[in-house]
């Protein structure tokens, strides 16, 4: 009944930019916080950025200053603008629910993820 779909990943050149969306689907009343994580071969998954539903945002270190994480509630949408992409960004990007409240209670949810390979 619900489900996060990400799109938006790709193949993209270093100092390249790439826009991530995510949408939350199906009777929803409200999410709490939205964010993304990534994943590269070999490490393990990351907080990459995070935002409330007030807008209140978090990035990691390694992204600062060139990542935007962005949502729209009224479509239960989250966003991640990257920009000024290197190598070290390439991982699989997974979009992350901490709690969705529907009619029949609420949970975590976790997107299938989608892959950035930043390359040359």
């Known amino acids: 009944q619900v489900q996060l779909v990400e799109s938006g990943g790709g193949l993209v050149q270093p100092r390249g930019s790439l826009r991530l969306s995510c949408a939350a689907s199906?009777?929803?009343?409200?999410?709490?916080?939205m964010g993304w994580y990534r994943q590269a071969p070999g490490k393990q998954r990351e907080l990459v950025a995070a935002?409330?539903?007030?807008?209140?945002?978090n990035y990691a270190d390694s992204v600062k200053g060139r990542f935007t994480i962005s949502r729209d509630n009224a479509k239960n949408m989250v966003y991640l603008q990257m920009n000024s992409l290197q190598p070290e960004d390439t991982a699989v990007y997974y979009c992350?629910?901490?709690?969705?409240?529907?009619?029949?209670?609420?949970?975590?949810?976790w997107g299938q993820g989608t892959l950035v390979t930043v390359s040359s």
């Open positions: 992350h629910c901490d709690r969705v409240v529907t009619a029949f209670g609420y949970r975590e949810l």
């Open positions: 199906g009777n929803i009343f409200t999410i709490n916080v």
């Open positions: 935002i409330t539903r007030e807008g209140m945002t």
